[in-house]
């Protein structure tokens, strides 16, 4: 077998994956400044890049066969779509709009590149070139497949997209993709594969169904645990920047080190299970224990996904009916994760798609296996885990973080309302995980329990927000972005005006059902609003008079919406502040230092930014907490008494088409 058939299939299979798995960040920045970071504009966009996937694969199965050497014009389809650039903003930003957007402007493209590995594969089977025991294992460009697309995923997040703006990065895919052309066209001519009528063993004989089902299931758990844990560590460890990469380089290794090496070893084999047990203890009671936590849970991934990837990998079906198999593959996997993204959403109020993805898998593989027929050791050595894991699950537990009074799920997070005595205080108050949106304090005694009014936390009288106010002429008109319990209503007094804009209407419904800033200050002959929806486009189609104060209130809980810290971002709130107004940001962060696209952001504009930190001599229940504020030179200079000062660090513009989080981590 010469060279390039040894190397041209699998660098034709890893750059084809490589340039599809690039395809979703790029995408998904491309559409944010238009649609927004609304729920409905992920959940889409994920269904989406799943659905094409497997209508990849079908056409992989049903067509491609047929076609021979024809499939390469198909290959040429997408360039009448390049270079791929940012859709203009709909009136509408819905989900049919968004739908359209995606598949009449990048479908094609998506839908090409997905049938890579499979195609690869059969060219690999039938090939004229390579010896027929070498034919007889396609497997491995399957492998070469999920490397590209971790390779994908590492360059693009640490290279790429902080290196490069999104026409660029367009441009860059659009060459990347000629290249690839000419590798496909290389790699068909050194395989030589046999045309359809000469290999008509590939359309023959059809895996049964229960074991396709089979497949789907296997392949649907591990893909639907991924996402889990994905979530468990954005509840429990915090919502951190590229907080998602570990598990899902994990889950992309399983399939290398399976269908590559063929590595399931004996001890993965007999101990999934009882690893799956430790996943759940892990889950039920060592929740929010940051530092190894965080490894035991991808512990338990790579385990799992191995197990699981194991059993397909050994249950793989002869090559001529491998398009089959990962057709069976493309459904689990798109099955998986509109079980997280859609489902549990939507069924669960805390995130059980962790132990029932868990559960299912047990389930599924176990009666596959009869494990009820294991040796007699090993059911009893799992019995006896499963004891004790059941042991540690259902003891009692003191509640560490007080008495729950309501805890709702959103398609945003878990959010938990509980009654707490902190620093010494009775309080009320909205958790997220690891993110406090807000506390109010009870007052009276036990027969007389209400809560106060006082702002407390990041929005004390005697916090930066404070300040910014008392500069401000009564009676005052303020913009919120991000509503919390409404802290900032404290602040109000008779004849004001406030409008909160917030992404979540969970948020909104538990601020007015178990907090009381926003009822007492309409009480308090005040004016509130809450706007539903995405600050960039709820802002510019508000026809309220302008403001005196726009706060943009949403990078505290450390999951950082990019687009609302550009500088088309602070166009669309200068243009809701009257002349002489003020921007305020909110920027207290635990990783990212978020000043340096502000300064630069102001200073494009002919503005001044200026910071106040405040850690010190801090009031009452008052947090340490960062401000920016973003106007004119005369109005911002005007803080000065209250101990501002201009910001000091490089400046980093940001802009729709060039924005990452990756040059302000705290390193």
Not at 141 to 162: D, I, K, T
Not at 463 to 491: I, N, Q, W
Not at 510 to 518: D, I, N, S, V
Request: proline share 7%; with cysteine; aromatic share 12%.
């Amino acid at each position: 077998m010469s060279l390039g058939a040894r190397l041209l299939p699998t660098l034709f299979v890893g750059v084809g994956a490589a340039l599809l798995f690039a395809m979703e960040p790029l995408l998904g920045r491309l559409l944010l400044p238009s649609f927004g970071s609304a729920f409905h504009v992920w959940s889409t966009a994920l269904m989406f890049f799943q659905g094409a996937l497997f209508l990849g694969y079908l056409y992989a199965h049903l067509l491609a066969p047929r076609l021979g050497a024809w499939h390469l014009g198909v290959l040429l389809l997408p360039v009448a779509f390049l270079p791929f650039v940012p859709p203009e903003a709909p009136a509408t930003p819905d989900v049919p709009t968004l739908l359209g957007v995606l598949c009449l402007r990048f479908g094609v493209p998506f839908v090409v590149l997905a049938t890579t590995s499979v195609v690869a594969q059969r060219w690999w089977v039938y090939a004229t070139t390579v010896p027929e025991e070498a034919r007889r294992e396609p497997w491995r460009l399957y492998a070469a497949s999920n490397a590209g697309s971790m390779l994908a995923l590492l360059v693009y997040v640490f290279v790429w997209e902080p290196a490069s703006g999104l026409r660029l990065q367009g441009g860059l895919w659009a060459l990347l993709y000629l290249a690839w052309l000419g590798i496909a066209f290389a790699t068909w001519r050194t395989l030589a594969p046999e045309e359809p009528r000469q290999a008509e063993g590939l359309s023959r004989g059809r895996p049964r169904l229960g074991r396709m089902v089979y497949w789907v299931l296997v392949a649907a758990w591990p893909s639907a645990f991924s996402l889990s844990v994905t979530n468990v560590f954005v509840l429990d460890v915090g919502n951190a920047p590229l907080v998602w990469i570990p598990p899902l380089i994990v889950y992309l290794l399983t399939f290398i080190l399976v269908f590559g090496r063929g590595w399931h070893p004996r001890w993965i084999r007999r101990l999934w299970p009882h690893v799956a047990l430790l996943g759940l203890v892990a889950y039920f009671r060592i929740a929010g224990v940051e530092g190894w936590l965080p490894l035991v849970h991808l512990f338990v991934l790579f385990v799992v996904a191995m197990a699981a990837h194991g059993e397909l990998y050994e249950d793989r079906p002869d090559p001529a009916q491998l398009t089959w198999f990962y057709l069976a593959l493309a459904l689990g996997g798109w099955l998986g994760s509109a079980f997280v993204a859609l489902l549990a959403p939507a069924v669960f109020d805390a995130l059980l798609e962790y132990p029932v993805a868990l559960a299912l898998l047990l389930v599924t593989v176990g009666a596959r296996r009869a494990a009820w027929r294991a040796p007699r050791a090993s059911q009893i050595t799992f019995g006896l885990v499963a004891l004790a894991a059941g042991a540690a699950i259902f003891a009692p537990l003191g509640d560490e973080v007080g008495r729950t009074l309501e805890q709702r799920r959103s398609p945003y997070g878990v959010h938990r309302v509980v009654d707490v005595v902190e620093r010494e205080h009775r309080m009320r108050r909205l958790d997220s995980g690891r993110t406090v949106h807000g506390r109010q304090a009870l007052v009276g005694a036990a027969d007389d329990l209400h809560l106060s009014r006082a702002p407390l936390g990041y929005y004390h009288r005697d916090s930066p927000l404070g300040d910014a106010l008392r500069t401000l002429p009564r009676p005052r008109r303020l913009g919120v972005v991000g509503l919390g319990v409404g802290a900032v209503a404290g602040h109000l007094e008779s004849g004001e005006h406030l409008t909160f804009f917030e992404l979540d209407p969970v948020v909104e419904e538990l601020a007015r059902g178990w907090f009381t800033y926003l009822g007492r200050a309409t009480e308090a002959g005040a004016e509130v609003r809450v706007v539903i929806g995405d600050a960039r486009h709820t802002i510019p189609r508000d026809d309220a008079p302008p403001y005196d104060l726009l706060v943009i209130d949403a990078f505290s809980g450390d999951a950082v919406p990019l687009h609302l810290l550009t500088l088309e971002a602070l166009d669309v709130y200068r243009e809701r502040v009257r002349p002489g107004g003020l921007v305020l940001y909110h920027v207290s962060n635990r990783y990212l230092d978020l000043r340096p696209p502000l300064r630069a952001a102001a200073e494009a504009r002919g503005l001044e930014a200026w910071v106040k930190d405040r850690g010190e001599g801090l009031g009452v229940l008052e947090d340490a907490s960062r401000y920016v504020a973003i106007g004119p030179a005369e109005r911002v200079r005007a803080l000065a008494a209250f101990g501002w000062r201009a910001i000091d660090v490089r400046p980093r513009l940001f802009t729709d088409d060039h924005a990452s989080a990756l040059p302000l981590w705290r390193w």
